[in-house]
């Protein structure tokens, strides 16, 4: 009898596996190990030799079922499995940019026939994991949708953390390597540099040649609208005397408006003709500031806004870059659910071009 009992317990362990497999779509091993009682060795040993019977597949701390689904005889369960429970989706806002990103992710997880469980950080959390641990271990969930703050002290240990949670997960709005390989991780985008280059060429096409670029802060966005202006400024032959660039306090900051009204002195000064403001509120408050002080949009000063939430509802209606948001979220959902099903597929990186909405606050320069 002796003899029997590991192999019993083997078994045991075995039909647990499969059956959290059919229940949930994934096994962790620290969940295992709660459960069963017994050392994570043993059970990663249990799960490869389950994956060369071809039962699972491990990914990084646990294992989900092979690409074709489970064999009616272990499971029962058919391809579709990965498309049950949950993705939970954690953003650093709530309100503005993110909120069409998230409906986009609902939409695209409603048709597949998941739902969402949505957690809102901060620009200034420091370390998300916490969120996260809480997040994947929230019954139901599948797999992770991210957006993560890149520049804390932190953010290589999220990403670290992120793939070896033992839940797949796509990063949206983010870019990321795994160390110390390199390797970059699976997400979709936004190609703020290209949306940068579309405002500079149409601002030169209306004959401008001293063009400025405000950023709102320092962030993923904003770097990489700076590096696809300073392309767009040496594609068009603009030279550094012919355009600046500055950075804005946050909009709570007691100095805001006094920094809005120096950046504008100082654009007029240097006979800057035409901005590009990231995002929609900082532009409107130089609009605002304009035209109180006579200065006259387009006529005096084109601008243009950089996001394209709410440019169209003001007066004028801003000349605006529109990133795909909805678009961003309905392609991190529709990526995670086929990492899901097959996680042995190549990392994808999801590119998506914003456009350019020509609106009333932008004309030629006069004398143009």
């Avoid at 295992?32 to 060795?41: F, K, N, R, S, Y």
């Avoid at 932190?154 to 793939?163: E, G, I, K, P």
């Avoid at 002080?293 to 529109?322: C, K, M, N």
Wanted: aromatic share 2%; hydrophobic share 45%; glycine share 8%.
């Amino acid at each position: 009898m002796t003899d029997q009992t590991p192999a019993l317990l083997a078994a045991e362990r075995r039909a647990h596996v499969m059956a959290t497999l059919e229940r949930d779509g994934a096994v962790r091993v620290a969940q295992l190990m709660d459960e069963l009682g017994v050392a994570p060795v043993t059970l990663r040993r249990d799960l490869a030799q389950m994956e060369r019977e071809g039962l699972l597949v491990r990914v990084h701390g646990g294992a989900v079922p092979p690409a074709g689904g489970l064999d009616d005889s272990e499971s029962g369960h058919a391809l579709g499995a990965a498309r049950t429970g949950s993705i939970a989706m954690l953003v650093p806002s709530l309100s503005f940019y993110w909120p069409s990103v998230v409906r986009g992710a609902e939409a695209e997880a409603t048709r597949q026939g998941l739902r969402v469980v949505l957690r809102g950080a901060s620009y200034e959390l420091q370390d998300e994991r916490p969120v996260l641990e809480r997040l994947v271990h929230t019954e139901g969930v599948r797999g992770l949708v991210v957006a993560p703050n890149t520049d804390t002290p932190h953010a290589q240990d999220v990403v670290q953390w992120l793939a070896e949670c033992g839940v797949p997960n796509v990063l949206v709005e983010r870019d990321a390597v795994l160390l110390p390989s390199g390797s970059p991780v699976e997400n979709v985008t936004t190609d703020h540099a290209l949306g940068a280059v579309l405002a500079a060429r149409h601002l030169a096409s209306l004959g401008h040649r001293r063009v400025g670029l405000i950023i709102a802060r320092d962030s993923p966005t904003s770097r990489k609208i700076a590096a696809g202006w300073q392309a767009a400024c040496l594609e068009l032959g603009l030279t550094p005397s012919d355009h600046f660039e500055t950075s804005l306090p946050p909009r709570t900051s007691p100095d805001f408006s006094a920094v809005v009204d120096a950046t504008l002195d100082a654009a007029l000064s240097n006979s800057v003709t035409a901005i590009l403001v990231h995002s929609d509120p900082e532009a409107m408050a130089f609009v605002d500031l304009a035209l109180n002080r006579g200065i006259s949009v387009p006529g005096d000063l084109s601008v243009v806004a950089y996001d394209d939430e709410v440019a169209e509802l003001f007066t004028p209606a801003l000349t605006a870059v529109s990133p795909p948001r909805a678009a961003v979220g309905s392609a991190a959902v529709d990526l995670l659910v086929r990492r899901i099903e097959d996680p042995t597929r190549p990392v994808h990186r999801v590119v998506l071009n914003p456009t350019l909405n020509v609106r009333g606050s932008t004309a030629p320069p006069r004398g143009a």
